[in-house]
Each structure stands twice: as structure tokens, then as C-alpha cells.
């Protein structure tokens, strides 16, 4: 999926033609499948680690054009599933699962005047919330109890590359990535008591590749 979407982003450069530019008032709808791809670093917990296997989904989102260059854009997406694993002494140890959304609101800039080929770059803010976060069975038997994870929810910024091809009237081929700070801290107990809790920086690339609409 990235290898695509960087390859899709690179090579748009070289397409040529001018139509017209977006104008004041459209709106951009698009949807394709994305991918995120934490880089995760976390503090120590029971002598080891945790890391945040990469997951793919629907992503889409929506941009209303101010003016023919600068567009307000809200990202969206269907819950990502990840696989927690240990790192380090815990390297090895299926620690659980949790689900997030990503909602996602960022200003984005569109420097060309036509829209045959349109790349773009935005920031914006983020806000992720964590839910069905479940420990695994192996976690269970390391720690010889019933065990328990929850992870708080976060607010970063994000940043965005993307750009737009268009392919006949109004449809578009469209590829993205996003970089965003995403911290969380998980919440570990056994046996219902409170056992540790770890600070993790899970920051990742999100790619996403599919098409526009714009009207």
C-alpha cells in the first residue's frame, strides 16, 4: 500500500494538462483504502515494551473549497483493528488488540490554477479515541491472572501530502499520507487491580489510496 501511494504521488508530477481550477463553494468528496503504519515507541512496562502492529481500512473524507486554493478538509474512516505486541523482555508476547477512529480536521492548500493534476498539502488537528481494547490469553498466563488494557484517547497535529489526478469529469484517482502525532498511555491491571501503565508515542504514516468526487 505505501510503496503505491508514493509511487502514485511521485509520478502524478508528471501528467500534464490544465482545466480549471476548484472553485469557491465545491466540495471533494473521496474514499479508498487506507493504511496505517504506527511508529511506535513506548516506556517500560514489566520489563519490557509495546509496539502497534500496522492496519488497513476504509478511509474517506470531505473538503468544502473557501476559495479556488485553500480548502477545509475532515478525514474519516471505518475502525482500525491493531495487534499489540511486546518488545524487549516481553518480545515475543501477544499482548492484545485495540480498535481507534481518527477523525481528522486539517486546512489544506492547493498551490495550482487547474485540476488535471493537483497536488496539495494540509495540517490540521487530530483526535483519536480508543475502544474494544481486549489482552490476549498468552498475556493471561504471563501474568497469571485475568488481565485488562484500556489506552486514553489523543489530540495531536497532522500533517498531509497529497494530490489528485483527473481521470474523466469531475472523478479523480487520488493518493495521500499523512504523518500524526498520536500518544497514548495504556492502562494494564490483573485480577482487576491496577498493574502498570505505559506511555506510548504510536505516531504513524497513514497512506491511502482510491478516488474523488467533486461537485
Not at 496539495?120 to 483519536?128: F, K, W
Request: charged content about 15%.
Amino acid at each position: 500500500m505505501r510503496q503505491l501511494v508514493l509511487a502514485v504521488l511521485l509520478g502524478s508530477s508528471c501528467v500534464a494538462g490544465v482545466v480549471q481550477a476548484h472553485e469557491a463553494g465545491e466540495y471533494f468528496l473521496r474514499v479508498g483504502a487506507a493504511q496505517v503504519a504506527p511508529d511506535a515507541e513506548s516506556g517500560s512496562v514489566l520489563g519490557g515494551g509495546v509496539d502497534v502492529d500496522d492496519a488497513t481500512g476504509l478511509g474517506f473524507s470531505g473538503t468544502w473549497f473557501y476559495s479556488p486554493h485553500i480548502g477545509i478538509e475532515v478525514l474519516a474512516a471505518l475502525p482500525f483493528e491493531h495487534d499489540i505486541v511486546g518488545t524487549g523482555a516481553l518480545k515475543g508476547v501477544d499482548i492484545g488488540s485495540t480498535k481507534h477512529l481518527p477523525p481528522t480536521l486539517s486546512l489544506q492548500y492547493y498551490p495550482l490554477s487547474g485540476k488535471t493534476f493537483q497536488p496539495y498539502v494540509g495540517v490540521g488537528l487530530n483526535y483519536t479515541t480508543f475502544f474494544d481494547s481486549n489482552t490476549s490469553d498468552t498475556l493471561d498466563s504471563a501474568l497469571n491472572g485475568t488481565t485488562d488494557i484500556s489506552l486514553d484517547d489523543s489530540t495531536g497535529i497532522a500533517f498531509q501530502l497529497g494530490a489528485d489526478v483527473q481521470i474523466a469529469d469531475n472523478w479523480y484517482l487520488n493518493a495521500a499520507v499523512w504523518k500524526i502525532d498520536i500518544e497514548t498511555t495504556a492502562h494494564i491491571s490483573v485480577n482487576g487491580a491496577h498493574a502498570a501503565n505505559v506511555d506510548v508515542a504510536i505516531d504513524p504514516l497513514v497512506y491511502m489510496l482510491g478516488v474523488g468526487y467533486s461537485f
